[in-house]
């Protein structure tokens, strides 16, 4: 007997999109339930003061290769201590080197460390981050810096600024959230203010 | 074809789309458009106002006069009219807010100040927040006085402003006019609201009551 056409029709939709939406379930990463938004304020810096207080000054573009994980040794979150040390999300994130301006190699790979992500199921929003996009080449300024954690400090490739550091490129130039811009002809002379 | 071809066609799309369920995963949290949450509502709290939120300064500040400021900080946003009030306090019970002054390590060590609010989604609602001041902004010194601060000082009414701005759950602006552009300079003052700041606020919160 052969069976309705319609009725096959239905059954099979249910069967598909109800196995789907059970396999969504279960293979989707855990959607956060907590949500910190981290809002620093700063003043804004000039081209010539991120230069100066640059350790390292490049071209650089994302790999795509990041890790997000709490700032504790075990990866777990921690409660607040006395001295000013927080618990935080911190972002590791790597690039390629195309163009060495101070204290890079071309073609090296460097990781920066920054604030922000999702560890299971706490979100953390640090407003004036990078939003890294593959593809996009980022004039980069750089220091290390001692990253607060539960055991003490790590010391970390960070962007100088909260983010005023890393200006993303188009053809012609380099500009940050504060309207700092570069044209890439001048890419040269950045090494000059950063060490007079 | 086949006799079942359209319910084939049927099933076929009905996988397209399972697929796309499937590697889509569910909806995920838009948590950078975080000016849809606002602090809870309590009713009947208040004679005048729903949402009263008391803000404890904790721990040692330099002068009386620095919370003085950051205090009218706060009235500049409770005198727009909507329905919220924040009241500065030095006692630390049934607050909702820290306000603290202390050294800001990496990565709020150049910062004037850094907001924080925290949410559960579900509620959608604003549970607590702080605002820490640096004790060591960058090279530079606070003015807490009402005139006009020097060259190389932060004013502490106008950053004031700006976190609390944060605090009610104002995301950073895009133009240098508002109180809510995130950059503010050594020497500068910036402490009336736009209608772009009054705006976000009045799209939040109703009008008081």
């Known amino acids: ?196 | 074809m086949p006799r079942y071809a359209p319910s084939i066609r049927h099933a076929l799309l009905s996988a397209a789309v399972a697929i796309a369920i499937v590697a889509g995963g569910p909806l995920q949290t838009t948590a950078r458009d975080n000016t849809d949450q606002k602090w809870k509502a309590y009713p009947n709290c208040c004679p005048t106002i729903n949402r009263y939120i008391r803000a404890w300064f904790s721990g040692s500040f330099p002068s009386t006069a620095f919370k003085d400021r950051v205090t009218d900080g706060a009235s500049r946003w409770n005198n727009v009219g909507r329905d919220f009030k924040f009241v500065t306090t030095g006692s630390s019970s049934n607050h909702q807010m820290v306000i603290d002054y202390k050294d800001l390590l990496w990565p709020n060590g150049d910062a004037w100040a850094i907001e924080t609010n925290v949410k559960f989604l579900g509620g959608g609602e604003i549970q607590s927040a702080s605002i820490s001041f640096n004790s060591t902004p960058g090279g530079s010194s606070w003015y807490t006085g009402t005139g006009t601060p020097g060259a190389t000082q932060g004013d502490v009414t106008s950053i004031a402003t700006h976190e609390w701005g944060h605090a009610v759950a104002l995301k950073h602006s895009q133009y240098s006019a508002d109180e809510m552009w995130p950059y503010i300079n050594p020497g500068q003052i910036k402490d009336l609201l736009t209608l772009h700041d009054k705006d976000g606020i009045k799209w939040l919160y109703p009008v008081a009551p």
Do not use: C
């Open chain 1, 1 to 196: 007997m052969a069976l309705p056409r319609r009725a096959v029709a239905t059954a099979s939709t249910l069967i598909i999109l109800g196995g789907a939406i059970l396999l969504s379930t279960a293979v989707a990463p855990e959607r956060p339930t907590r949500v910190i938004s981290m809002a620093p304020d700063t003043r804004a810096y000039s081209l010539q003061e991120l230069a100066k207080n640059a350790a390292a000054i490049g071209v650089v573009v994302p790999t795509g290769k990041s890790q997000v994980h709490w700032n504790s040794a075990k990866g777990e979150e921690w409660v607040a201590l006395p001295n000013g040390r927080n618990p935080m999300i911190y972002r590791d994130d790597e690039f390629t080197v195309v163009e060495a301006i101070l204290g890079l190699r071309q073609g090296q790979s460097i990781t920066v460390r920054g604030v922000g992500g999702t560890v299971r199921d706490v979100h953390m929003d640090y407003e004036g981050q990078i939003d890294w996009q593959l593809g996009i080449q980022y004039l980069v300024f750089l220091r290390e810096e001692d990253t607060p954690t539960l055991e003490g400090f790590e010391r970390a490739w960070t962007v100088e600024i909260i983010g005023q550091g890393a200006l993303p490129g188009d053809e012609e130039r380099f500009t940050n959230a504060a309207g700092v811009k570069v044209n890439r002809s001048d890419l040269s002379e950045l090494a000059t203010v950063a060490a007079p």
